[in-house]
């Protein structure tokens, strides 16, 4: 086995270079051995055989934006545009708990007909009919004072992947009004404010490499995040990157476990991205150190909209229970799926 692998698992303080060899490994059957297994025994050290789950609703797919990648983008004239009602956002979160969930992330474009206001409403609203409840936001990059309201009005976590932790190659996937400073600035801001905070990136976006990669570790060693999500690219056909290749699940997989060795505790989802690029992608990802899922919980009627990428799973009418199915499917690999807000260890 490559030393470079030998020397992480010792010591994950690793220099930038040394990360681009511990990424370059991952093709070595050992290294993804030695991995894999360590990686999972940090999860059960930390977690047992549990398995979290999120009930995430895509409340509107407006945006903003224009980040090249993704199918919802402002520019994109064929997105069918939709935005749920509070009323429908609550009936989510009523059908939700129903099912077990005890966290709720709403996530959406960067869409203005949500203000603060508008934004504070639901969250207490949420917060006051399900108190036990976690409530993560992931609507994209806001103020300072905007933060600070959406926490004193209840908020727990927040999600917003940095996508790149390199500025050239952040400029090719975002146009030049989107600053990776900026994105970054959100991040420490959200930390400061007291949330769980997620960053994370795609595995194999158009004009990343390896130094790119390595720089996404190096700054998730400095930013230490509860929660880290990470997937593959996957090209949508509306999109500047529709014939680009997607990325590799395999490489997915093995940076997978080399974050939970990095950050021990880390919540680390299994993406429905991983989910698209294969079948049994979720359950690969709990068997290389992920520990949490979030099933659709969107209205059935909405799913197919909120197309970030092709081919995504969990859209069709089959799909009108995710939670069953992935109960079924953490059950098949060994774990068990828990009714628990499912917040870090300390
Ligand atoms: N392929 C994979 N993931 C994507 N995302 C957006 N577009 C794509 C795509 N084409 C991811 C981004 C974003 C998250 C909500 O979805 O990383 O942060
Ligand atoms: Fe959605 Fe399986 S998780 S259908």
């Given at each position: 086995m490559e030393k470079i692998v030998k020397d992480f698992l010792e010591n994950q303080n690793l220099k930038k270079d040394e990360f681009v060899e511990l990424i370059r490994a991952y093709k070595d059957p050992e290294a993804v051995e030695a991995l894999k297994t360590r990686a999972v025994e940090l999860r059960k050290k930390y977690y047992g055989d549990q398995v979290f789950t999120r009930g995430l609703i895509e409340f509107t797919n407006y945006c903003k934006n224009d980040c090249y990648y993704c199918g919802i983008r402002k520019s994109?004239?064929?997105?069918?545009?939709?935005?749920?009602?509070?009323?429908?956002?609550?009936?989510?979160c009523e059908n939700g708990y129903e099912l077990g969930f005890r966290t709720f992330v709403l996530q959406g474009g960067e869409d203005p007909y949500y203000t603060d206001e508008r934004m504070e409403s639901i969250i207490r609203k949420i917060k006051k009919g399900w108190p036990d409840c976690a409530l993560t936001l992931s609507i994209g990059e806001k103020s300072y004072d905007s933060y600070k309201r959406f926490?004193?009005?209840?908020?727990?976590?927040y999600l917003l992947r940095?996508?790149?932790?390199?500025?050239?190659?952040?400029?090719?996937?975002?146009?030049?009004t989107q600053k990776l400073s900026e994105r970054m600035d959100c991040?420490?801001?959200?930390?400061?404010?007291?949330?769980?905070?997620?960053?994370?990136?795609?595995?194999?976006?158009p004009?990343?490499?390896?130094?790119c990669l390595a720089e996404d570790l190096v700054f998730l060693q400095?930013?230490?995040p509860q929660m880290v999500g990470i997937g593959p690219f996957i090209p949508h056909h509306d999109t500047r990157f529709a014939q680009e290749p997607a990325g590799s699940v395999e490489l997915t997989l093995y940076l997978l476990s080399v974050i939970r060795i990095m950050l021990p505790k880390v919540l680390l989802p299994a993406t429905t991205a991983l989910g698209t690029m294969d079948?049994?992608?979720?359950?690969?990802?709990?068997?290389?150190?992920?520990?949490?899922v979030m099933p659709n919980l969107s209205p059935v009627k909405n799913r197919k909209a909120?197309?970030?990428?092709?081919?995504?799973?969990?859209?069709?009418?089959?799909?009108a229970e995710c939670r069953g199915c992935l109960s079924r499917r953490v059950e098949s690999v060994g774990y068990h799926l828990v009714s628990d807000r499912g917040d870090a260890v300390e």
């Amino acid at each position: 086995m490559e030393k470079i692998v030998k020397d992480f698992l010792e010591n994950q303080n690793l220099k930038k270079d040394e990360f681009v060899e511990l990424i370059r490994a991952y093709k070595d059957p050992e290294a993804v051995e030695a991995l894999k297994t360590r990686a999972v025994e940090l999860r059960k050290k930390y977690y047992g055989d549990q398995v979290f789950t999120r009930g995430l609703i895509e409340f509107t797919n407006y945006c903003k934006n224009d980040c090249y990648y993704c199918g919802i983008r402002k520019s994109n004239r064929n997105a069918d545009r939709y935005r749920l009602t509070e009323e429908e956002i609550l009936t989510c979160c009523e059908n939700g708990y129903e099912l077990g969930f005890r966290t709720f992330v709403l996530q959406g474009g960067e869409d203005p007909y949500y203000t603060d206001e508008r934004m504070e409403s639901i969250i207490r609203k949420i917060k006051k009919g399900w108190p036990d409840c976690a409530l993560t936001l992931s609507i994209g990059e806001k103020s300072y004072d905007s933060y600070k309201r959406f926490k004193e009005a209840g908020a727990d976590r927040y999600l917003l992947r940095h996508e790149t932790a390199d500025a050239v190659h952040y400029g090719q996937l975002h146009p030049e009004t989107q600053k990776l400073s900026e994105r970054m600035d959100c991040l420490w801001n959200l930390k400061k404010l007291g949330y769980q905070v997620g960053a994370g990136f795609m595995v194999g976006s158009p004009g990343q490499t390896d130094d790119c990669l390595a720089e996404d570790l190096v700054f998730l060693q400095k930013l230490k995040p509860q929660m880290v999500g990470i997937g593959p690219f996957i090209p949508h056909h509306d999109t500047r990157f529709a014939q680009e290749p997607a990325g590799s699940v395999e490489l997915t997989l093995y940076l997978l476990s080399v974050i939970r060795i990095m950050l021990p505790k880390v919540l680390l989802p299994a993406t429905t991205a991983l989910g698209t690029m294969d079948p049994r992608g979720r359950e690969k990802g709990l068997e290389r150190g992920a520990n949490v899922v979030m099933p659709n919980l969107s209205p059935v009627k909405n799913r197919k909209a909120y197309e970030l990428y092709d081919n995504k799973i969990c859209t069709g009418e089959e799909a009108a229970e995710c939670r069953g199915c992935l109960s079924r499917r953490v059950e098949s690999v060994g774990y068990h799926l828990v009714s628990d807000r499912g917040d870090a260890v300390e």
